[in-house]
């Protein structure tokens, strides 16, 4: 879809990947963006210098994808929507009833309204957590779903109804599968923040970095700024009924995460390795590393944000606070 001239909703916009999917569109020739967020896990402060720009604001008194009156308020005239609201991994484990509530009922009632409202696009954000632990390595966007936790069931969920709602009300979308995102504006603090900020925060504190595991788990751990990108190439693409590997191609371990962490902080701190507890679901994939040769050949995206570049940017927005 072209989007010169467009009206677009980003459900999420104000949070971690979405307030930079708001900024990346700004650099486009959109007629406006509408931020739809109900600001549970989103924060003013990230908009903050994209509503200075006229073309950019927030849905009155926020939104919430379980209301299903507002949201379809908030999509009349719209031209594209990009769908980023959803519970958290971990979260989702804790409450699995309110997973279901915002990941699934939620996204239901999004397309539903993209149907009512003849959205031209729909962006889905899903995961990589769909695929659960690697069966093989890269992961193909036919790899199989092997997932165990109800973050990924609800992704699952997710793209399953799209999928129906393309077949039988004909709406256009595009479902992107994130690897591990790390950046700017992401939950620094908390019960469930990710593990690059808790190994910063245990550096700044001075205290043990304690690592689950042996360290050898790899992930996929790809720059924020890269998947809002990503994403604007999903909405202009004209590519639809697909989902799509968000993702480097590389593979990096815990302990080597840990280590180019330490150098970027100039920090001797322990590190102290530890068995994972038996309810702690990220026990369940060791394993994941995104093939990106789709979304290459599809959208024409490819990263370019290295890990340790993308780290020292964290370490600088962190220290800015």
Known sequence: MELKN?????????????????KELLKTSVQEIIIYDNFTRGKK???E????????????????????????????????????????????????????EVNVQGTFNVLEA?????????????????????VEVPMTENHPFNNKNFYGASKISGEAL????????????????????????????????????????????????II??????????????????CNILAMQAKTKDEFYNVGTGKQTKIKDLCQLILKLKESN???????????DSRRLVQNRIGCGEKALHDLGFKYQIQLEEGLQQLIEWRDKD
């Open 6 to 22: 467009k009206r677009l909703l980003v459900i999420g916009g104000a949070g971690f990947i979405g307030s930079h999917i708001v």
């Open 45 to 47: 402060e990230f908009i």
């Open 49 to 100: 210098e994209s509503l200075k720009d006229p073309r950019c604001n927030i849905y009155p008194n926020g939104g919430d994808i379980r209301d299903i009156d507002i949201l379809n308020d908030a999509m009349q005239g719209i031209d594209g929507v990009f769908h980023l609201a959803a519970m958290w991994l971990l979260h989702c484990n804790d409450f699995p009833r309110t997973a279901f």
């Open 114 to 134: 993209c149907v009512k409202n003849n959205i031209q696009k729909l962006v889905f954000s899903s995961s990589a957590s769909v695929y659960g632990d690697a």
């Open 162 to 209: 799209c999928r129906a709602t393309s077949d039988r009300f004909g709406l256009d979308y595009v479902g992107l599968r994130y690897m591990n995102v790390y950046g700017p504006n992401q939950a620094q603090t908390g019960a469930y923040t990710g593990v690059i900020p808790i190994m910063l925060n245990k550096i700044e504190a001075n205290e043990q970095i």
């Open 212 to 229: 689950n595991g042996d360290g050898t788990q790899a992930y996929d751990f790809i720059h924020v700024s890269d998947v809002a990108k």
């Open 269 to 279: 701190s322990d590190v102290c390795y530890q068995p994972y507890s038996d309810n």
